[in-house]
C-alpha cells in the first residue's frame, strides 16, 4: 500500500511569491491534516480537512490555506511568502476524522524562502 | 508557554542502555497521548499511543502517562543503533486531529 505522498519534496522561493504543496493521502484516507516543522517550534498543526471540508485550524494567518478535492487529496498555499515560513511542511493522513493517534505522516515538503 | 516541552538534547547513549525521553504539558485537557519517531528526512511515524494515564508496553518501548503531574515519559531498552532518531512527544484533546507536538529529542546510540 503506497504511503503519503507530497510533491515537491524540496523548493525555493523568494520573498512575496506564493507556493502550492501537494498531498496524496493513504488509498482510503479521507483526513488530511497539515503541519509546519521547524528547528526551534516544532510541529505545528495548519489545519485538518475531511471529506473536503476545513474541520481545524491551527494559529497561522491567513496567508496560509488549504483544500481537499473529492479523492481526498490536498494541496496548500501559501502566500506572500516571508522567510519564516522556511520549513519544512508535514502532510499527514488518517483512516478518519477524530482521535485515533494513528497520524501516517508524508516525508514532507521542505520550503526555503530567501 | 508552550503547550508541550520537551527536551531537545542530544542525547548520546552507548548500545544496550536504557533510554528515557520525557515530556511536560500543560493543558490538563489532554487525554490522548503519543510517541514518534522521525529519521533523518523523513516523516514521523507513530511509536506508541496512549490514552489517559498508565502505562504500556511493545517490546523494547514503554509508554508511560502522569497526568496529575502532566508529566510522560517513553523509555526504551537494550538500545540500538537503529534507534537513533529524534523522538517527538505528541499529544491531543478529545476530537479532531489537532495535535501537539514536541520539539524533539535527538537521540544517537552508539555501537
Known amino acids: 500500500k503506497a504511503g503519503v505522498t507530497q510533491t515537491p519534496r524540496y523548493l525555493i522561493k523568494t520573498r512575496g511569491q506564493q507556493v502550492t504543496l501537494s498531498c496524496s493521502p493513504i488509498?482510503?484516507?479521507?483526513?488530511v491534516s497539515w503541519y509546519q516543522q521547524t528547528p526551534g517550534q516544532g510541529l505545528q498543526f495548519l489545519f485538518e480537512y475531511f471529506s473536503e471540508t476545513q474541520r481545524n485550524k491551527g494559529n497561522f494567518p491567513g496567508r496560509f490555506s488549504g483544500r481537499q478535492f473529492s479523492n481526498s487529496r490536498s494541496e496548500m498555499n501559501v502566500s506572500t511568502l516571508e522567510l519564516g515560513d522556511s520549513a519544512l511542511y508535514l502532510c499527514?493522513?488518517?483512516?478518519?476524522?477524530?482521535?485515533?493517534?494513528?497520524?501516517?505522516f508524508g516525508e514532507g515538503s521542505r520550503l526555503t524562502v530567501l | 508557554q508552550k503547550e508541550v516541552e520537551q527536551d531537545p538534547g542530544p542525547l548520546s547513549v552507548p548500545e544496550g542502555a536504557i533510554v528515557s525521553l520525557n515530556c511536560t504539558y500543560s493543558n490538563s485537557a489532554f487525554q490522548y497521548f503519543m510517541w514518534y519517531r522521525q529519521y533523518s528526512r523523513k516523516g514521523p511515524e507513530l511509536l506508541m499511543y496512549?490514552?489517559?494515564?498508565g502505562n504500556k508496553e511493545d517490546g523494547r518501548f514503554t509508554a508511560q502517562v502522569d497526568k496529575s503531574s502532566k508529566y510522560i515519559s517513553l523509555f526504551i531498552r537494550d538500545s540500538q543503533p537503529s534507534d537513533s532518531a529524534t523522538y517527538l512527544c505528541a499529544m491531543s484533546r478529545n476530537t479532531g486531529n489537532q495535535f501537539y507536538f514536541g520539539t524533539g529529542t535527538s537521540l544517537t546510540v552508539i555501537p
Open positions: 499527514a493522513s488518517s483512516l478518519v476524522q477524530g482521535n485515533t493517534g494513528e497520524l501516517f
Open positions: 488509498s482510503g484516507h479521507r483526513s
Open positions: 496512549t490514552y489517559s494515564s
